[in-house]
Every structure is written in C-alpha cells, then in structure tokens.
C-alpha cells in the first residue's frame, strides 16, 4: 500500500502517541521528516529522535510536562498534495500570537517561522504546531 501524504502520516502518529501517552513512536524514515523533528526539536515540542538505519524508521520521543500534559497541544497538515500552500513572510501571520509555529519548506530548507521571518524567506506551508 503506497501512501501519499506521509508527512501527515507521521503527524497522525505524533498525535495518537501523545493521546495515548506513549513514550516513543515510530514512523517511516524520510528525510524531510527528519527536517521537520529537527525543527520540532529545536523548538521543544518532542524530547528526542533516532533514525534506526537497520529497519529505515524515525523514533520520536514524545515529550510532556511535569504534570503529564503533552509538549504539542495542537498539529495539523496546512499544506497537502492535493493543496499546496505557499505564503511570503509578510503575509504569513503569527501562529497563536507568537507561541505556536509554523514550519516553512524554504529555499534555505526546511525551518521554523521565525527562522523564515529573520532570513527574510517564504516557502510551502508543511504544517502549524501549538
């Protein structure tokens, strides 16, 4: 079974093991996926990620708070290859005032908002955390 949209796939994951408060969940290795934890992980919302070379997977740990509530409140997909969406930085608006994130798909890679907004980039929308 072939999946089209596995960035959302891996979303899904992060989602469902947070609801179930898993510790680890794996997803399909991918290199733009790993692009995405790497931002994810700068800005705090997962603990760690390995990339198992033998089985080609991602293992991402989750991260929560002290009193148990996970570090993502809210992902979600913007951009999908039926919908591609494309937004300059001038007209990209801040995600949750400022606390959330997006993370841009830029000629300079694949970065955080605020990165996008400091090299002066626009890009493809990849998805919104909070």
Not at 9 to 15: T, V
Not at 22 to 36: D, R
Not at 74 to 97: A, C, H
Request: charged share 20%.
């Amino acid at each position: 079974m072939s999946m089209s949209d596995t960035i959302a796939d891996m979303i899904a994951r992060i989602k469902n093991g947070q609801k179930s408060k898993l510790l680890f969940v794996k997803a399909p290795f991918s290199k733009m996926k790993v692009s995405i934890l790497n931002v994810l992980l700068e800005e705090g919302y997962v603990k760690a990620y390995s990339v198992n070379d033998t089985n080609r997977d991602i293992n991402i740990e989750l991260k929560y708070s002290n009193n148990g509530s996970p570090a993502i409140l809210e992902i979600s997909r913007v951009s999908t290859p039926g919908r591609r969406v494309y937004s300059s930085i001038s007209s990209l608006s801040e995600y949750y005032n400022g606390m959330g994130t997006y993370i841009i798909s830029t000629p300079k890679g694949i970065i955080s908002d605020k990165q996008a907004r400091k090299l002066n980039v626009g890009g493809e929308v990849i998805c919104k955390v909070f």
